[in-house]
T-cell receptor
Framework: SQKIEQNSEALNIQEGKTATLTCNYT??????LQWYRQDPGRGPVFLLL?????KEKRKERLKVTFDTTLKQSLFHITASQPADSATYLC???????????FGTGTRLQVFP | SQTIHQWPATLVQPVGSPLSLECTVE??????LYWYRQAAGRGLQLLFY??????ISSEVPQNLSASRPQDRQFILSSKKLLLSDSGFYLC???????????????FGQGTRLTVV
């Protein structure tokens, strides 16, 4: 069956360190992968999109990698800040449809 | 600029009652529209998506239905709510660019539904 898995346990890191979140998928051949941030009680907010033929994408302190062989994406936040504390979701886009399927999300807590 | 409106923000409904959640988008044409449900502490479950008026794809067989009577209006309904229908419902839109992948999805503020 198709699965998109993110670490369900919260990730706790110290301010200034790099946070790395993982998104693994099985039985998918995504055309692209997206990362979103969600704060409690709010809808997700788009952060980055990476296509299947791209290895890495950067935006300010954010970096996303996409390995279609490993079926994995890594999401990095460098120089993390307490304001980065939130739940981060990955989402896969299909080749043939307009579906957007989300992972379970990982909660990140950055402490001073 | 584009905006998405979703209402109500919170809703408490008794078991067996009907449901109607509405979502409208402004500032764009022919968007893809989505309904998701999020259980507490969980990820987003895709319920329905639509690529055009009257075109609805259902992802999970359940007690809910969706309709798209107008280009920028998406409605989630139920004839009889179950306790398990409780959750955080999110509407979203995106615009596929010709010849390329779907763009990012923009979400509404969500509806917190509690079935009692």
């Amino acid at each position: 069956s198709q699965k998109i898995e993110q670490n369900s346990e919260a990730l706790n890191i110290q301010e200034g360190k790099t946070a790395t979140l993982t998104c693994n998928y099985t039985n998918y051949s995504p055309a692209y992968l997206q990362w979103y941030r969600q704060d409690p009680g709010r809808g997700p907010v788009f952060l980055l999109l990476i296509r299947e033929n791209e290895k890495e994408k950067r935006k300010e302190r954010l970096k996303v990698t996409f390995d279609t062989t490993l079926k994995q994406s890594l999401f990095h936040i460098t120089a993390s800040q307490p304001a980065d504390s939130a739940t981060y979701l990955c989402a896969l886009g299909d080749h043939n449809t307009d579906k957007l399927i989300f992972g379970t999300g990982t909660r990140l807590q950055v402490f001073p | 600029s584009q905006t998405i409106h979703q209402w109500p923000a919170t809703l408490v409904q008794p078991v067996g009652s009907p449901l109607s959640l509405e979502c409208t988008v402004e500032g764009t044409s022919n968007p893809n529209l989505y309904w998701y449900r999020q259980a507490a502490g969980r990820g987003l479950q895709l319920l329905f998506y639509s690529v055009g008026i009257g075109q609805i794809s259902s992802e999970v067989p359940q007690n809910l239905s969706a309709s798209r009577p107008q280009d920028r209006q998406f409605i989630l309904s139920s004839k009889k709510l179950l306790l398990s229908d409780s959750g955080f419902y999110l509407c979203a839109w995106s615009v596929p660019l010709p010849g390329t992948v779907n763009t990012e999805a923009f979400f509404g503020q969500g509806t917190r539904l509690t079935v009692v």
